[in-house]
Structure formats: C-alpha cells, structure tokens
C-alpha cells in the first residue's frame, strides 16, 4: 500500500527542490512542453515530474505548477540578463525566453543532489515507501514481561495459630469484638496448613510514547489477583475464569536537559534501592524530580525528591454525617529525597552509595472521641485514620472510644477498626558495589533503615487503657494474661550475587544469597515484598536463588525465601518458587 498522504513541510521542499532542477536542467528545451503531455520526452526533470504524478507523491496540478514556476523563474533571468548587457544581441526575437546554458556535468551534478536530498525525506516520513508505517509509530516503544512459576508455601506446624488479619479486618469491617465470646473470630491468617504447587504468573506490557525532544509519556497494565499495591500475581484456576487487568503505570515525564527529569502520574520506583523497604513491583502515585551530575569521567552524583500521595480522606465521610460533622481532611502523603554518588573506578568495577530520608506523614492512628454506636450512627471521628491496607507486622491499637450502650452495658456492640501506632520516618543507607573476579560478575548489597518515629512509649500514649497495642507481645504461659510487648525500629539487609545479575542471554547465570533482618516497626509492612514472610515486618531469614538463560530474553529461576519471626509468638514460613520468565 502506498502512502498518499502529503506533509505541508515535505511539500515545501518538493516544489523548491523541482524548481531548481527544472530551471536549470530544460536547458534550452520549450518549457511548453506540460507534464500532462503523454508523449516521451528527451527532459530528464520533466520525465521526474511524470514518475512523481504516477506514483501519487505529487498531484498533476502540483507539476503543472512547478513547470509554470520554472518558465517564469527562466523569463525573469532572462530579463534581468537583457538589462545587465543591453547591447547583446544573439539573434534573439520578441516573445523568446533566454534561458542561460548549463553543462551537462553540472545539470547531472544538480539532479544527483535533488534526487538524494528528496529520497532521504522520503525515506525518514515514510511518504515514499510500499508498506511503510506512519512516521509517529517510530516515536512509540512496546515492553513486557511474562512470568509464570510453581510456588508453594511451607509453615511449621509450631506456629501460633492465632495471628489476626488486620488488614482484612479493617477493609470488611468494622468487626465487632462482642461476638468473640460467641464464637465468632476476627480474620485469621493460616499459619499451619501447607500451599503446595500453586501456578501462579506475572504479565506486564506497557507502551512508551516520545512525544517530543524533551516530553515521553507511558502506560502499562499488569496482573494481579487484587489491587494491593505490591505484588502483580495472578494465581491461577479458579475455575479457569477470566483474569484482572490493572491499570499498573501511566505518567508524563519532562526531560528538560540531560541531567534532570521530572516525571508525575504513577510510575517505577525512583529510587535507588532494594527489596528491603519497598517491594520490587511497588509503582509511586505523584510527582519526582531526578537530578544526575557527573564530576568527572569517573564519579557521577545524583539526587531524587518527591512527593507521594498515600490515601486521600474520603470526600462523603462519614456518609451519615451532616455539614461540618464530615470529616476534615487528613490526607496522608510520603515525601522523600535521596542523594547519592558512583563511582566508575573501571569498566567492570562500579560502586553506588546513596542517603535516603522518607517521610512518611499522618500514617499514626488517632483514638476517637468518645463514640456513641449505640444511638444508631456507624462511624466514629477518627476513622479515617485507618489504613486502607495492611500486611503484617506492624504495631496497631484499636480506633474507636466506644460508649458503653446504657440500656444492656455489659453486652454491647462493640464494632472496631485498627490504627497504626506509630509514625514512620525512615532513614536508610544503601549501597552496591559491582566488579568481576575473573570473567565472572559479582555485586554485594547492603541495605540499613531506620525509624526515626519510633519511640516504644508513643504505643502506650494513652491514658485508662485505651489505645493500648493489641499486637507484638512476646508468648506468655497464661493465654489469659499477654506477654511483654516488644517491637524495634530497625531493620538490614545483606546480599551476594555471583553472575550476571540480569541474565538476558543463553547460558548467563547467577547465584545469590541474603539475609534479611526486619523489627516490627522498622517501615510500613504494607509496600514490603510478599514474597519474603508472605509479606510484612517482624521477620528474619535468608534468602536463596539462581537464574540460568535458555534463550534470548527468557531464563528460568529457583528460589527459596527462609523466614520466622523476630519478635512475638512463633511464625515461620517458607517459600519455594520455579519459574520461567520473558522479556520483550
């Protein structure tokens, strides 16, 4: 299929370019001669034009102009040639036009020229090529990503198997606490009864779009069995239905120099770091700016700030609520900055450090005003301070100051959601250092945070017994009577790669061990990897995999996650994967 479709500037330089060429090549020929004459002629401009009608890049009127144009470019130099020699006289009668000899060398000097300068545009807008795609399709990049793998999930069977689902029980609750003594329990996670050989997979694919020099904007769906923020797996069965798409990434970026970008939308972490305090699949909501400045040809510094919202405050709640009785807004949002250095000491050698300082505001739980459900209302005034989601870890308190109901105060409704008890500050150190023994890669990792919010008082703020940590104590021999609470504001992380880090070729490989060391309120368990401790804090254990290329862009990898808790009842869990993976 040939293009048709003639672009303004493209059709500028046609016309200027077969001017030139028609001018000087018809030498002394009759510019009489139309191109809409049939008949062979002995001009090779005029012969052009014909071609350029019949393959649909210029229209008859287009050519009929040009050879218009270049009769009276001719007559005017003509002209102006009787004017600057008045006494010449070469025979010449009234009417002729005088058109000035070119020699052969040059005219084919000249249509060379035209020719090449015309094929190249051609060639680059694609308005000359069979089957050629629209130019804008170049400005447009695809990737993806396919993941599928067996898993299966092993807990000792001397696990404490009363671990509440805090998470869950703030997003289907309120739960009300007075039915424990019927029988009824809040959501409990297993942790004794084994998952062997689930199939589960990952699938990516995104489009960026280069809408000018400096303007890319991009878009991407994943998988996913829900919308939790850090994890993209789809387990598979159930009943063989259909799967979710999510929208995973959609963001603008500005480039406005080589060393600084901003970008604003949802988009990957901007961030040097690992899987310590944020899983390797967490996308941002919001706005970062970007900074690199090299030194020197062997040191380059960089910085990262942002702002990132967490949860917006409903605008209707409480639904019940009338005027100023809704809730003013307490929005929650991360702001950050990071600034590092690489250092380039050869090809192969390589070592990135960088200061991180993630400030995460209004994540604390607020205890209510003294809440009267029994007259019939459904919410309380702090409510919104609940986390929207949860994994496990974390030290929580129960929200709502609940009046006793008057009429029947020993057997009341009780209906509660859990805030977090603590703020997160979290200052981090990472660095990575890659060199090669030999011909073989190997890069060492080494993650530290710190929460710089934490103080163990701050859990217990509270006055009469209320809002008192309902998580994190250590066993005790009386069910009856809890344990020590414990918790702790720190966490690390160590790791070896032996290999190609990113096997993306036949045969590369590699091996890896960590260890993993994460206190309870060290971060927020909900942007944790899931993969380790099936996501959260309050966990320690090491980490082993291998990678191993079959193809170009697609490997297959083993791993083992080794877990249990730090502090708290007991709570081991391992995980085993085999997967195989491509990329495009």
């Known amino acids: 299929m040939k293009s048709s479709i003639a672009k303004p500037g493209s059709t500028r330089l046609h016309r200027r370019a077969l001017c030139l060429a028609v001018s000087l090549l018809l030498g002394g020929a009759s510019v009489s001669v139309l191109a809409q004459d049939a008949a062979p002629s002995t001009n090779a401009t005029i012969n052009l034009i014909r071609l350029m009608v ?315 005003q003294p809440c009267a459900l029994y007259t019939g209302i459904n919410f309380c005034s702090t409510d919104d301070t609940a986390p929207q989601y949860m994994q496990k870890g974390n030290t929580v308190f129960l929200l709502r100051d609940i009046i006793p109901d008057p009429t029947n105060p020993s057997n009341y409704a009780q209906p509660q959601l859990v805030g977090l008890a603590y703020n997160y500050h979290l200052a981090n150190a990472t660095g990575q250092f890659d060199f090669k023994v030999g011909q073989t890669p190997v890069r060492l990792q080494a993650d530290y945070v710190r929460n710089m919010a934490y103080h163990e008082s701050t859990a217990f703020r509270y006055p009469n017994g209320l809002g008192q940590p309902v998580n994190n104590f250590e066993s005790s021999s009386d069910p009856n009577v809890p344990g020590t609470y414990k918790s702790g504001p720190v966490a690390w992380m160590v790791r070896g790669v032996v290999g190609t880090p990113n096997p993306m070729a036949a045969n590369e490989w590699n091996v890896s061990l960590g260890y993993k060391y994460i206190q309870p309120d060290s971060m927020l368990d909900s942007l944790t990897d899931q993969n380790f401790h099936l996501g959260g804090t309050n966990a320690k254990g090491f980490i082993l995999t291998a990678d191993y290329g079959i193809a170009p862009n697609t490997w297959i990898s083993a791993r083992y996650f080794n877990s249990k808790e730090v502090f708290g009842p007991p709570l081991s869990i391992d995980v085993m994967q085999l997967e195989i993976s491509s990329k495009f």
């Open 54 to 368: 019949k393959k649909g890049l210029i229209t008859q009127a287009d050519a009929d102009g040009l050879l218009a144009q270049a009769k009276s470019e001719a007559a005017q130099a003509a002209r102006q040639t009787a004017q600057a020699n008045p006494t010449a006289n070469d025979g010449a009668q009234p009417g002729d036009v005088r058109v000035p000899y070119v020699p052969q060398s040059v005219r084919n000097q000249i249509r060379d020229q035209v020719k090449e300068e015309v094929i190249a545009q051609a060639k680059s807008e694609h308005w000359a090529e069979p089957n050629a795609l629209p130019e804008w399709l170049d400005r447009i990049s695809w990737s993806g990503d396919i993941h599928v793998r067996d898993e299966s999930w092993l807990f000792s069977r001397s696990n404490s198997p009363f671990f509440i689902d805090y998470g869950t029980l703030n997003r289907t609750g309120p739960f009300d606490l007075s039915k424990i003594t019927q029988g009824v329990t809040p959501p409990i996670f297993n942790t004794q009864q084994n998952r062997l050989n689930m199939l589960r997979l990952q699938a990516h694919i995104g489009m960026d779009v280069k809408l000018g020099d400096t303007i890319t904007a991009g878009i991407r769906l994943g998988s996913g069995n829900d919308n939790n923020p850090v994890s993209t797996t789809q387990t598979l069965g159930g009943g063989l239905i259909k799967k979710n798409i999510w929208l995973d990434r959609a963001w603008i970026a500005w480039t406005p120099t080589d060393w600084a970008k901003a970008s604003a939308g949802r988009f990957a972490n901007p961030f040097l770091a690992t899987d310590l305090i944020y899983s390797n699949e967490l996308n941002f909501d919001g706005i970062a700016g970007q900074f690199k400045v090299p030194f020197n040809d062997s040191l380059d510094t960089f910085a990262t700030v942002g702002a990132f919202p967490i949860e917006f405050t409903g605008n209707d709640t409480p639904s019940q609520a009338l005027g100023t009785e809704k809730n003013t807004s307490y929005d929650k949002w991360l702001t950050a900055a990071q600034i590092g250095a690489i250092w380039k000491f050869d090809q192969d050698t390589k070592l990135k450090v960088a200061l991180a300082y993630y400030y995460f505001n209004r994540m604390q739980g607020q205890l209510s």
